[in-house]
């Protein structure tokens, strides 16, 4: 006992060593797959990694004082290096973007629970990140890192949520493109369909199939019940065979925005009759009078105002930058056939460009562009620019506050018609318009025009509302003043960049925000000159550029001053292509023949390694696993010349069927043990041999058992009688079995148990 003891007490010792200098450091981290357990003997930071497909990530320490007054700190980050995210897409999320909700390093502390007999300590570390990821486009587990600073001896538990992960490694995914064949009420195969790397367009299912279908599509869980009943059905697509379905953009987006899961649907494709799918972007209609199509990140250089551009009808807010200080004007139309002219009838919106920073640039929300998109029936909206001067434009998604996105641009000196009642229509005032100068509201109208400018949009419209930054009431033919000092003061309240101004008419009328700031500030000087680098690398390279070195995907830009004022302002956009992974691939083939593989022949099984390049001419390792299967033996001539005889089965046997040879699966009747049970009016001899070809008899070197079955009888051949048998079955699994009867008679064969 004592030796026992002794070596418990070693293997233990020396376990905790290893798992403290396991995740002793970020490089060296403690991995979380699975519930983890461990005993916490003082102050100390402890290194784990989990994936964020396993999130929430629930942390539970219980100390040994019950009196504890400090929980253990907890840190998550997707690098050990603070800010530096190898992962392109993270590192522009979280650096770039600044699309995440929350600062990483993100640092939580434990919440108090337990009795008060036993204080714990209780963190989960939810699901928000792997959905916001996944929201963005990142559909794979990224890897997260853990840190938890103990400050008192304990035991600690870490428990990670490992459906989600399951469902990812369990479901296949739909590809755009692929063709998936389908079983007939086949409830049980799971498909991923990652909607996050559809929302930007339009998709339509086509069924082909005997029989309609229909696509359930479920969150937060992959084995679900395909049923409106199920609570984690979100939707359901009914398909006729040859008639596309299809689902527009916006439908995907609302799909995204009002389900758990960050965009990563689990869906199941079910028919009464066998039939495939195909998932495929919808066809977009041609563009119209040679336009050229805009692209979010890709710059274009407008010369006059005749050339004709368009952009797809499924942008949302949008931000066009433009590099100049001179005066655009953006003129956007349904169709080919216009002028850059408010007067033009077939111009559908008019937007000018606001100054900012010494350039130009023009936001509009989802708001303004779906008035723009009213009545429209084609794919593309068509768009021309006015300027004084040429000037490069680029245009890219606007990641905008909510109130931005659900507003309309109060355009300086523009009249804009107002409904009755209109209260919750948002209008956005932008400061950098009117700064610096008084601005008088002008209101034409039957009764008073309430107006509210607050520096939020969503508010009870009173005076008193602690939003509410002023209050007018106009009469018809009236104006109210804002002065600019009053202006000034709210410069605080426009988080960004916007007041948010709110009309309660109580009939229609016409308002304008009246103001005297120049279009263009007169005091600039002239227009820089930009330029644009486009450069990439490799991973683990760098590029060189006016002195300085990157080796990290970004936008870096320097100034070259002139002697004129006209500096160079000069962008380097750089990529750096993420390293592709190194491949690894199995393959088997038949005895006899070769393998080619990237321009070698092989006849040999073997490991071989080689360097390819990747579709940005990157290089990487690739790994071929090559087995040559053995020479193929001859058949047994056995299975060939008998017939099966089932564990459950009935046979007629005459005097001719001894005769007859068949063959047992010996596994499939050990399983349980075989009743022989015989109808005939004699006794059944049965004669089990090790090979097909034997005579019936009881001693013939062959036969490994003879049994006797009584006339309107039975036997049971059970295990025991059946184990010993094993020495003598083939190489394929059988043993060969005739009858002997005088008699005609009926055999049935049923199992034992």
Not at 37 to 54: K, N, S
Not at 74 to 94: A, Q, R
Not at 212 to 224: H, K, N, S
Not at 607 to 615: H, K, M
Request: hydrophobic share 40%; charged share 20%; proline share 5%.
């Amino acid at each position: 006992m004592k030796n026992l003891f002794s070596t418990l007490f070693v293997v233990f010792f020396a376990t905790s060593l290893m798992a403290q200098e396991l995740g002793s450091s970020c490089e060296n981290p403690i991995p979380v797959d699975s519930n983890y357990r461990a005993r916490i003997d003082g102050p100390c930071e402890l290194w784990y990694t989990a994936g964020t497909f396993d999130l929430p990530l629930n942390v539970h320490f219980v100390p040994d004082n019950p009196e504890s007054t400090w929980g253990p700190e907890v840190v998550v980050d997707f690098t050990c290096n603070e800010g530096v995210y190898d992962d392109p897409k993270i590192d522009s999320l979280i650096n770039i973007v600044g699309s995440f909700d929350v600062t990483f390093p993100l640092e939580l502390l434990c919440d108090k629970a337990g009795t008060e007999e036993q204080v714990e300590w209780d963190l989960s570390v939810n699901d928000t990140y792997r959905d916001q990821l996944a929201e963005f486009g990142v559909t794979y587990n990224v890897q997260a890192y853990v840190l938890v600073r103990f400050f008192e001896p304990g035991l600690i538990r870490l428990q990670p949520d490992t459906t989600f992960s399951n469902c990812m490694d369990n479901a296949e995914a739909i590809v755009l493109g692929q063709e998936v064949s389908i079983l007939p009420n086949d409830s049980d195969r799971v498909f991923m369909m990652p909607y996050t790397d559809w929302q930007n367009d339009s998709i339509q299912f086509v069924w082909t199939g005997d029989a309609p279908a229909t696509i359930w599509l479920a969150t937060g869980e992959c084995d679900f019940l395909p049923s409106t009943a199920s609570g984690y059905v979100c939707a359901h697509y009914n398909v006729e065979p040859g008639v596309p379905y299809r689902v527009h953009n916006q439908d995907i987006k609302d799909l995204i925005t009002t389900n758990t899961g960050g965009g990563i649907f689990f869906a199941k494709v079910l028919s009464s009759k066998e039939g495939s799918l195909l998932t495929e972007k919808i066809p977009m209609s041609e563009i119209q009078g040679g336009a050229t199509l805009l692209e979010y990140g890709k710059s274009i250089t407008v010369s006059n105002a005749n050339e004709l551009f368009c952009f797809p009808k499924q942008w949302g807010a949008s931000l066009f930058a433009a590099t100049t200080k001179k005066q655009v004007t953006m003129y956007v139309s349904h169709s080919a056939d216009f002028t850059a002219s408010a007067e033009d009838a077939n111009v559908v919106g008019v937007a000018p460009f606001g100054l900012e920073n010494n350039a130009r640039a023009l936001y509009l929300s989802s708001t303004e562009l779906n008035a723009y998109k009213s009545g429209l029936t084609e794919d593309y909206l068509y768009v021309r620019f006015e300027s004084e001067v040429p000037v490069t434009i680029t245009p890219d998604m606007w990641s905008a506050s909510v109130c931005a996105d659900a507003s309309t641009l109060i355009t300086p000196n523009t009249t804009y018609i107002l409904a009755p009642r209109s209260g919750n229509t948002i209008f956005r005032m932008r400061y950098a318009d009117f700064e610096g100068y008084p601005i008088d509201i002008e209101w034409y109208g039957s009764g008073s025009l309430p107006v509210y400018i607050a520096d939020t949009c969503h508010y009870v419209l009173a005076q008193s509302n602690e939003h509410v930054l002023k209050y007018y009431s106009i009469r018809n033919g009236r104006t109210a003043t804002v002065d600019a000092a009053t202006l000034a003061s709210w410069e605080s309240r426009a988080e960004d960049g916007y007041f948010y101004v709110r009309f309660n008419p109580s009939n229609d009328g016409d308002v304008t925000f009246l103001t005297d700031k120049p279009v263009e500030d007169p005091t600039v000087g002239p227009d820089p000159v930009y330029t644009t680098i486009t450069a990439a690398i490799c991973f683990g390279e760098i590029y060189g550029w006016a002195g300085d070195t990157y080796a990290e995907t970004g936008t870096y830009t320097k100034t070259f001053p002139a002697a004129n004022g006209a500096d160079s302002i000069v962008t380097l956009d750089l990529t750096v292509h993420p390293q592709t992974e190194a491949t690894t691939e199995t393959v088997e083939i038949p005895f006899g023949e070769t393998y080619d593989w990237h321009g070698v022949t092989y006849t040999e099984s073997g490991e071989y390694t080689t360097t390819l390049q990747d579709e940005n001419g990157c290089n990487y390792q690739a790994t071929l696993l090559l087995t040559i299967l053995p020479e193929p033996q001859p058949e047994n001539p056995c299975i060939a010349a008998t017939a099966l005889l089932e564990p459950v089965s009935a046979l007629t046997i005459n005097l001719d069927g001894a005769l007859n040879v068949y063959r047992i699966d010996y596994e499939a009747w050990l399983a349980s043990g075989v009743n022989l049970v015989w109808t005939g009016k004699e006794a059944l001899h049965t004669f089990v041999a090790k090979d097909c070809e034997f005579a019936v008899a009881i001693y013939h070197k062959d036969v490994v058992n003879y049994t006797e079955v009584p006339a309107e009888g039975n036997v049971i051949l059970s295990k025991a009688i059946l184990a010993p048998l094993a020495q003598y079955v083939d190489a394929d699994g059988y043993l060969y079995v005739r009858f002997l009867t005088e008699f005609e008679g009926q055999l049935t064969t049923t199992l034992a148990e």
